[in-house]
């Protein structure tokens, strides 16, 4: 029973802090609030019972990120092949033992970024391949630096550098209409110019 205890609280402790930071990646990852929520909940869960496997004092954030990483990846391949299907029962246990843990989403944050992308610049960040749009997604509206972001989705930081640079690109090409329909200078157009 104590030892139940404290896996409980040492849980609490290094993994609670960082549910604000994976929902923010979350909502970003799926568009939807509700998919983000229960992805992140599938992944507390999941830490939570493989918690044994989690060295103490290490990067909880980067642990997190990559579980949170795998369970999109395979829910996504899952949804594919049987579309609507939900298992509530995986989540009960958990969902108990944090419900009154619960991230405040109405923090000043939220309020200040919640709405800012219009729909056409948040259609074209979900319409990023994959892969590319989670190193945007961290990188570009998260803040994490080149080697955090490595950590998290075990990628070389070239790699990242590399996807960075080639998903910031779809998304000027993707928005280049867009950017000039709110008045926004056509970079490519004045370049030409100066030649």
């Known amino acids: 029973m104590e030892q139940a ?11 609670l ?11 970003r990852m799926t568009g939807d609030p509700d ?15 493989f918690f044994d496997k989690y060295a103490p004092g290490t990067n909880a954030k980067a642990w997190l990120f990559r ?11 899952k949804e594919s092949k049987e579309p609507d299907k939900i298992d509530y029962d995986d989540i009960k ?24 992308f219009e729909d056409e610049v948040a259609k074209a960040l979900q319409d990023l391949p994959e892969d590319f749009r989670t190193v945007v997604i961290l ?6 630096t080149y080697e955090e972001i490595a950590d998290f989705i075990e990628i070389p930081i070239g790699t990242v550098r590399s996807r960075l640079h080639r998903g910031r690109k779809m998304l000027r090409s993707m928005l ?16 030409s110019e100066q030649d």
Not at 102 to 111: C, I, M, R, V, Y
């Open 5 to 15: 205890q404290t896996r409980h609280k040492t849980f609490e402790t290094e993994m």
């Open 17 to 27: 802090p960082h549910m604000p930071a994976l929902y923010n990646f979350a909502l």
């Open 35 to 49: 998919d983000a929520k229960d992805l992140v909940q599938e992944t507390y869960m999941k830490a939570y019972r």
């Open 67 to 77: 579980i949170m990483k795998n369970s999109y990846i395979n829910r996504y391949r």
């Open 93 to 116: 246990e958990f969902y108990a033992s944090v419900k009154g843990t619960a991230t405040d989403t109405n923090d000043l944050q939220e309020k200040i970024f919640g709405n800012l």
């Open 139 to 144: 990188c570009d509206i998260e803040g994490y």
């Open 176 to 191: 280049r209409s867009y950017a000039l329909n709110h008045g926004f200078k056509d970079v490519e157009e004045d370049e």
